[in-house]
């Protein structure tokens, strides 16, 4: 062995072990943010609705109080600095040059918080991953050793967010990779792995329990068929999801004036949240509550009735929430969604069809089935779904459902919110 030989190979050890620790402490620093931001969202939302619940007058108010301390703060605090959202994780790890600046991780922490808590009908998610993101990009740039894996330790930061969140740490490497990255390498592997595997050691150093607590016991081939039913209706909520917000985004660019856009978007949401209070904040509320609810799901028709109005109006009041200012993404609305989907879609086919399926299964697959086309992310969808129920039985009719539901969508829309460009269009 040379001495030209030794040296490079010291070279690359001292890199890799630096990678290593600065892998560690993305994990650590990503999916502490995530559980904080995601306990302390889950504790004032509760306290938040359940006041709104008791008086009314709170449906009105919370949400100008929400859109109004979000553009005081990026005003004042955050010096009129715009959040685009995931698109400028894209940005940066498709340039050189670009970097996540730190203020973007208390920016999308506390507007992303204050957007559920006051009732904005979005999720903490993308505020999670583009902070998380963030904390990956502040640490290639500490070292010049590091700018070359650039686009590794921000998904690694991505992953580990995102394991914190849904207790999955395979559903964190791969949004990494098909929402983010869409390349890997075996320092990819290296930096991810150690990253979501310090999220999931956290997660269970505190216990922390999965999202919904659900048993699952079993499924039956003859339900194949309405599994592919799901997955199409799916994919059409999801294209009519991704459609809802461009389309209103579009219309409130037009609108010059911040402050109309902040009353348009109060008005518009309270509207919505006095009819259906299920839609106040991310909504997992009012799926917990079917879930725990005793007894058969029974299909009535005023139940379907507002079934289907939620479904039309989820992803309305969800846009309203982002173009107006709140922070978020499609993530929770699509879980939320594929939940009232799967239920909507189960009790009718059990009424009608005397098919007699399993409702709790079919919400999980609806879930699993509108995230998946929302975000184009079919395996992600898959191993989120399965670690927010920590149960595995439903593995092959979520796989099927989520890649039915991701074609089926594309021949609408060949393209989701995040990778949306004008020129897609063209």
Known sequence: ??????????????????????????????????????????????????????????????????????????????KKKENKGIKEVFESTESKSKNLPNYKIPSHFINGLITVIFGGSTGIEISTVVASATIGSVAQQKKNVFRKFKTELICAGVAAGVTALFGSPIAGMLFAYEVISKKTSRYYLLTNSIAVGVAYTLLTLINEPPLFNIVITTWHLKAIPYFIVLGIIAGLNAAYLTKCVLFIKGQFLRINRYSSKIILGSILLSSALLLFPQLYGEGYHAIKNILNGSGPVLFTFSAAMSFVLILILKPVVTSITLASGGDGGVFAPSLFIGAFLGLLTATTINHFFDANVIVLNFMVLGMAAVLSASIDAPLTALFLVMGLTNNYILFFPILMACFVSKYTAQMIVPYTVYSFTPNTIK
Do not use: C, W
């Open 1 to 78: 062995m040379t001495k030209r030989t030794k040296i490079k190979k010291n070279h690359q050890f001292i890199v890799l072990k630096k990678l290593i620790i600065v892998s560690v402490l993305i994990g650590f620093l990503s999916s502490f943010l995530g559980i904080i931001l995601k306990r302390m969202t889950e504790y004032y939302e509760e306290i938040f609705f359940e006041r709104a619940n008791t008086n009314f007058i709170y449906y009105l108010i919370f949400p100008i109080i929400g859109l109004s301390l979000i553009y005081f703060l990026r005003q004042h605090l955050f």
